[in-house]
């Protein structure tokens, strides 16, 4: 059984009731996960499911940003060592010229 929150004493009611409202269908077996963890974390089951969405998105962009830091990083190794396969092949290139 869910206890829905007294409205009156949450601070965000009127914010809350301006958020857009999203109807969707859900395997029962998920439905009741859902209910289950609501329930032990002392959530409503739309601040679970707002938590866990907001949390996977924050955790995908988190990802993102860390493979883009990545990118980069090899990027800038590329560049360092092309420059110094230039400097190499003039070197080798002046040396063979010498002979």
């Known amino acids: 059984m869910v206890i829905a929150p007294c ?3 949450q601070p965000n009611f009127e914010k809350m009731r301006s958020e857009p409202q999203v109807n969707i269908r859900l395997p029962a077996t998920l439905k009741i996960a859902i ?4 329930r032990k974390n002392g959530r409503s089951i739309t601040s679970e499911i707002v938590t866990r969405l907001q949390t996977s998105i924050e955790s995908e962009t ?10 980069e990083v090899i990027e800038d190794s590329l ?13 080798f290139l ?3 010229g010498d002979n």
């Open 62 to 71: 988190h990802h993102d940003e860390f493979v883009v830091r990545r990118v």
């Open 79 to 91: 560049k360092r060592l092309e420059a110094t396969m230039q400097v190499l092949c003039k070197a």
């Open 35 to 38: 209910e289950d963890q609501a």
């Open 7 to 9: 409205f009156k004493c």
């Open 94 to 96: 002046d040396k063979e």
